[in-house]
């Protein structure tokens, strides 16, 4: 009976071994990863911004602006490790309610690695030719120090976005990273020729020709536990130049910061992805490796005993009576 006994545990101790190495290094690196269902609103606020109303042929400055960005997964379009999300931000004037820009994005990326591809009808403003590429709303699960290539729809080109050190946000120990976007025109627009008087040519000056400018320091607060940003600033300069000789518009200026309730929404998130990352690479390995190697010893132990026989009494020989 001791020897079915061992037999049962040794057999229940290593299968237990087995499943907690395929929790570790193949179920984990499969669950761990971008969902395909997000849905998630965040914020970001500029005081004292300045942009061109372009309603009333005005720039305005001293506002107070905010950028609502919603992102939403398309469940039907992601593959088993591709995610399709849809991104709409709306830039308004918070005291006036005009709205200033709404920016459309339609990313395909690995569900790991956050790398961008160009299947499943990604596009920038409708536009399906854009090549994105590099990180683009979901930064990489394994995190690391080294620099990004970070996807700018404005520009449509990736930029490095650097570590540049670590920082407490809010309770939260994070790791900056920088993105410096240098004044790049901005490509696939079409603009209308703008007066030489809101150049600042004087009022008397014809319409021209002009192109439209971006320039950006993004700065990105990154969760090392489990990849995902937790809060943003963007200081975005946009102008229009004419293509030829003197003038500038400016289409707006501001320092874009998140909100503290999209940060705190975002930390509990994280938070969140951090307390099931370790769950599947530490606490479900570990535990039951530890009850697999029990169980083994015991069966191994209870085997052993189990094999060894008492030994047999041998029954004394009486002498035999010799007759007298």
């Given at each position: ?9 040794t ?20 669950l ?9 609103v ?9 942009y061109?109303?372009?309603g ?41 309610g ?17 790398r961008?591809?160009t299947?499943c009808?990604?596009s ?21 120090k ?8 404005a ?14 946000v809010h309770?939260?120990l ?20 703008v007066?030489?008087?809101l150049?600042?040519?004087g ?5 021209v020709a002009v192109?439209?400018?971006?320039q ?13 940003p937790?809060?943003q ?28 309730e999209?940060?705190?929404t ?16 530490t ?6 490796a ?18 060894r ?12 009576a010799?007759?007298?």
């Open positions: 009976m001791r020897n079915v006994i061992g037999m049962v545990l057999g229940l101790g290593a299968f237990l071994l087995i499943i907690a190495v395929l929790v570790r290094f193949y179920v984990a690196p499969r761990i990863a971008a969902p395909t269902d997000v849905y998630q965040t914020r970001l606020k500029a005081e004292n911004a300045t061109f109303d372009a009333h042929l005005k720039q305005v400055t001293g506002a107070t602006v905010v950028a609502t960005n919603t992102v939403r997964g398309d469940v039907t379009s992601s593959q088993d490790g591709t995610a399709v999300w849809e991104s709409a931000t709306v830039v308004q004037d918070a005291a006036r005009t709205t200033i820009e709404i920016q459309n994005q339609r990313v395909a990326f690995d569900r790991r690695t956050g961008l591809s299947c009808g990604a920038v403003e409708g536009d399906a030719t854009v090549r994105q590429s590099g990180v683009g709303l979901f930064w990489p699960v394994d995190a690391t080294k620099a990004k290539p970070v996807y700018d729809p520009t449509r080109r990736p930029w490095p976005a650097v570590f540049e050190g670590s920082e407490r309770g939260v994070t790791w900056r990273f920088v993105q410096h976007v240098p004044s790049t025109k901005v490509p696939g627009q079409k603009l209308p020729d007066p030489g008087e150049l600042g040519r009022k008397s000056s014809p319409a192109d439209r400018y971006y950006a320091d993004a700065t990105f607060w990154v969760d090392p536990r489990t990849g995902a937790v809060d600033e963007q200081k975005v300069l946009t102008t229009l130049q004419p293509r030829t000789g003197p003038g500038r518009l400016v289409v707006g200026q501001m320092d874009l910061r998140m909100t503290p999209s940060q705190k975002l930390q509990d998130k994280s938070s969140d992805g951090a307390s099931k990352i370790n769950l599947l690479k606490a479900v390995p570990v535990g039951t530890a009850v697999g190697a029990v169980l083994l010893v015991s069966g191994v132990f209870v085997g052993r005993v189990g094999g026989r008492p030994p047999r009494n041998r029954q004394r020989r009486e002498p035999l010799t007759a007298h």
